[in-house]
T-cell receptor, first 110, second 111 residues
């Protein structure tokens, strides 16, 4: 399985942007970059995914480096409800398996 | 609300009990999953069913027995569990290998 590396934790103030980095230097050409988050006492929730181009949706933006060896999840204006553990996961074309690491614990200060 | 429901949400059982966890998805997906999340550990994939056939079994002890009677329902039958099996058990579904949608989980405590 291709591995990802994320910081253990990040803090942000409410209404400010949050940039969550993820390194995946061994990514293969068919691996998609997925982000999930898990709020306290809930199951993981899909956030966004991409292959090569940057992606935007109502929850976040995903910026993918040109060499695909790293990516950044961007929460444009953090709210208290964004406090969660964020997971960066690589998924191959024929792979059912989501390999969750420790993720990044995001704390949002009011 | 993700379209994946799990019952019960909380379960306390003794080591000699037999119980079952239930998962139901209302998304029309054809793949379903069981994950285990222990305290301070990453999620671990336990089982994967695709088109009601088991396609992955990650060296899970036989005291955990999955059942997938149709594409909308998934069960995890539990018997003679150990205290270290206490964890959050999460169900997920997907359309083939596409995005997985998770249920809220069952918090299991084994006494």
């Amino acid at each position: 399985d291709a591995k990802t590396t994320q910081p253990n934790s990040m803090e942000s103030n409410e209404e400010e942007p949050v940039h969550l980095p993820c390194n995946h230097s061994t990514i293969s050409g068919t691996d998609y970059i997925h982000w999930y988050r898990q709020l306290p006492s809930q199951g993981p929730e899909y956030v966004i995914h991409g292959l090569t181009s940057n992606v935007n949706n109502r929850m976040a933006s995903l910026a993918i480096a040109e060499d695909r060896k790293s990516s950044t999840l961007i929460l444009h204006r953090a709210t208290l409800r964004d406090a969660a553990v964020y997971y960066c996961i690589l998924i191959g074309g024929n792979d059912y398996k989501l390999s969750f690491g420790a993720g990044t614990t995001v704390t949002v200060r009011a | 609300e993700t379209g994946v429901t799990q019952t019960p949400r909380h379960l306390v059982m003794g080591m000699t009990n037999k119980k079952s966890l239930k998962c139901e998805q209302h998304l029309g997906h054809n793949a379903m999953y069981w994950y285990k999340q222990s305290a301070k550990k990453p999620l671990e994939l336990m089982f994967v069913y695709s088109l009601e056939e088991r396609v992955e079994n990650n060296s899970v002890p036989s005291r955990f027995s999955p059942e997938c009677p149709n594409s909308s329902h998934l069960f995890l039958h539990l018997h003679t569990l150990q205290p270290e099996d206490s964890a959050l058990y999460l169900c997920a579904s997907s359309q083939a290998q596409d995005t997985q949608y998770f249920g809220p989980g069952t918090r299991l405590t084994v006494l």
